[in-house]
């Protein structure tokens, strides 16, 4: 192998890296009407586009909770929502946990499901009563 081959190789190696760095592979230039605009490739194979697709996820996270908690605070503020004591979050605590271990009313939804049963039957037994009776 010549030195010139060499340098060639060198030069191409250079020139691709050189490219890669001002303009990413998963990056995608798009121009719509004069404008250009720069997007991720979501099906990119490389790396970087998976790292920056978690970063922003993760920035848009902490944006999120921060304009929640500055939400709270101004609704604290003007006293629409008050801050409860110790006593009553170990009440509200404890009527969650006694609602989650209460069984399940049986009684009440086999009451609703007859009722309705029954409900119906006089309807249907109705509506035969006056065909039956209007029909000759």
């Known amino acids: 192998m010549s ?14 890296q050189w490219t890669e760095h001002h303009y990413p592979s998963f990056l995608e230039i798009t121009t719509s009407g004069d404008k250009p605009s720069t997007s991720i490739n979501a099906q990119s194979l490389d790396a970087r586009a998976r790292l920056f697709a978690q970063m922003s996820s993760e920035v848009q996270a902490k944006a999120a909770a921060k304009k929640r908690e500055a939400f709270l605070e101004d609704l604290k503020a003007r006293g629409i929502i008050k801050e409860q004591t110790e006593e009553e979050k170990e009440a509200s605590r404890k009527r969650m946990e006694e609602e989650a271990n209460a069984p399940f009313p049986y009684l009440l939804v086999g009451g609703v499901v007859f009722g309705l ?20």
């Open 3 to 16: 030195i010139l081959q060499l340098l060639g190789i060198r030069a191409n190696k250079q020139i691709e």
């Open 117 to 136: 049963l029954f409900v119906m039957a006089l309807l249907g037994g109705g509506i035969a009563y006056i065909i039956w009776k209007f029909a000759d």
